[in-house]
């Protein structure tokens, strides 16, 4: 089992039922300060409205990390001219995108006696995984009713947006010298989340589940797909959401993956085969990469990959815990 010093990026105090999810950092209150229509945009672009940012401002809030966050809310004009540039550009951004499902949470919901006490559980496991993408830099997308969806893309992606292959951004200004680059830095990233969740629904959600079960079959616990590529950003139905075929092949990973296993795609796995051959290692976080074939929908036999995390080791949880 995991010491507490695994859980470091996170609390365990934030999940227990019923507690305030811990913020990335404290948010100030300001009163709006939209800049005034037809004043110069930074980008030379034509100035957005009031009403614009306004939709802008409550996209960022909802679902982008603090590094596209730092104004706050009401003078963030470059945060908001950048994400509109991205909404507006008909191009594909560089993408990795994570998708989580608690395993049969059907069932659970079901068997729960009090059905509040399920859904308190349900929202502090949520809201904490909200926090640490947020906090690793990635966008949160959704609540999925039994999961979530979250995706990273580069800091400086709408003032670069553009049509073409993704190997061509992101741009050398955020410190990367090639695509690849930044995905293997962000699947790190992004490995640190999975693992910091994976023991935190072990250890804190999946004990208050069974505190409130009237029956418990095996199988409960998280299950992790990841997958990488170029996608797009787009408002649907007054909301921001990712699409893409990384978003598919994400949840698709995730319907492969057994409880408390992480799969990721033949794109991410590769390319973490290739930097362990080449580098004799793999990012930070990551122990090892096993590939092997699984049916799918599509396919009768699909490679996928199974990842295993430094702080999260490859085992079967009984019901004894």
């Known amino acids: 089992m995991p010491d ?3 859980l470091s990026s996170l609390s365990v105090a934030s ?3 019923g507690a305030t999810p811990q913020s990335p950092g404290p948010t100030q209150q300001h009163s709006p300060n939209l800049p005034t229509e037809g004043a110069p945009s930074p980008s030379g672009r034509p100035p957005l409205s009031s009403g614009r940012q306004l939709l802008l401002d409550g996209y960022l809030e909802q679902h982008a990390p603090p590094a596209w966050v730092r104004e706050p809310v009401g003078n963030r004009s470059h945060a908001c001219e950048n994400l509109d540039q991205l909404l ?13 499902d608690i395993r049969k949470s059907t069932i659970v919901m079901r068997e729960s006696i009090d059905l509040l006490a399920y859904g308190d559980t349900l929202g502090a496991f949520i809201e904490a995984a909200r926090d640490a993408v947020k906090r690793s830099g990635g966008w949160f997308d959704k609540f999925t009713g039994d999961g979530f969806l979250a995706y990273w893309i580069p800091a400086n992606a709408g003032r670069n947006a553009q049509s073409g292959v993704p ?3 992101p741009a050398r200004s955020e410190g990367f010298d090639s695509f690849e ?3 293997l830095t962000t699947v790190a990233s992004a490995a640190d989340v999975a693992a910091d969740l994976l023991n935190m629904f072990e250890r804190v959600s999946l004990p208050a589940f069974r505190t409130n079960m009237q029956n418990l079959p095996d199988g409960i616990g998280l299950s992790i797909g990841i997958d990488g590529g170029a996608a797009s950003l787009v408002e649907i139905a007054g909301d921001l959401t990712l699409v893409g075929q990384p978003v598919v092949g994400s949840v698709r990973m995730v319907s492969l993956a057994e409880p408390w ?13 290739r930097a362990e051959a080449s ?11 096993g590939p092997r074939t699984a049916a799918t929908k599509e396919y009768r036999a699909q490679w996928v990959y199974s990842l ?14």
């Open 4 to 6: 507490d010093n695994m």
């Open 15 to 17: 999940l227990e039922p």
């Open 88 to 100: 507006t550009t008909p191009a594909t951004i560089p993408v990795l995108v994570l998708c989580a």
């Open 167 to 169: 190997g061509e951004r």
């Open 181 to 183: 680059e930044w995905m």
């Open 261 to 273: 296993e992480t799969i990721a795609n033949v794109f991410v796995g590769e390319l973490l085969m």
């Open 279 to 289: 580098q004799a290692s793999l990012p930070p976080g990551i122990r090892s990469v």
């Open 308 to 321: 295993i995390f430094d702080g999260f080791a490859d085992r079967t949880i009984t019901i004894g815990g």
